[in-house]
């Protein structure tokens, strides 16, 4: 037997499965509503590695390295402007074709993320033991949590006026909320910035630093659910 897809699936109950009342139709249905913000929170990784054949060689000049940029980076380091962190931490031995060790391997890792977009983007032309590894925008959680509430109510009210054309469209008088759920994106979708590290020989501070756009964080918010049709 084919089955056709229906974009709506429409349930009839039969009385016995509802004893207590007469048999309910069931719609299933989804809405959501997005918005687009100015991305306003900057992070920047930087790492290192070393290698050699003493691990504990590895592991000094691994902290040297991470004591320089940490020293750099608290300079300019203000809550929810400008905050550090280290990242990972690690010394692993490096094998010969044969299995046995043959040197030591490590990384070290530091974090600088906030508001502040240029304090940030200007430790990449500052910090010179670590290389930056990676570099992007995203939106701040309280923008976020600002902007849900609006969201929100939104998507609420697209599924409730679809569940009203739904109602109509299949001769009922009206329709009674079911099961509902709301639920927002974790991460959001961010427009890739434009980075790129500049490390000219003379250049002064300023052309050091590494050029980011910010871009739109996209929030979405989504109501799914059904509705019991009501004749």
Known sequence: MRLIPLTLALLAV??????????????????SA?????????????????????????????????????AEARRVAKPGQVEVQTGGFSVNPRYNSKGGISGWVGRAELVVEGRDGVAIAQLSGRINTLSVAGAGWSLSREAREKAEGDITTQAIARFKARASDVAKAFGYSGYQLGEVNV??????????????????????????????????????????????LNR
């Open 34 to 70: 997005t918005a687009e913000l100015p991305a306003d929170w900057l992070s920047l990784n930087f790492a290192t590695t070393k290698d050699g054949s003493d691990a504990a060689a590895v592991q000094t000049q691994l902290k040297q390295a991470l004591d320089v940029a940490l």
């Open 14 to 31: 039969p009385a016995l499965a509802a004893p207590e009342g007469p048999p309910r139709d069931r719609v299933s249905l989804a809405a």
């Open 183 to 228: 639920s927002g994106n974790e991460g959001g979708v961010v427009a890739m910035p434009r980075m790129v590290a500049m490390k000219a020989v003379g250049a002064s501070m300023a052309d050091e630093a590494l050029p980011t756009e910010a871009g739109k964080a996209r929030v979405t918010i989504s109501v799914n659910g059904s509705i019991v």
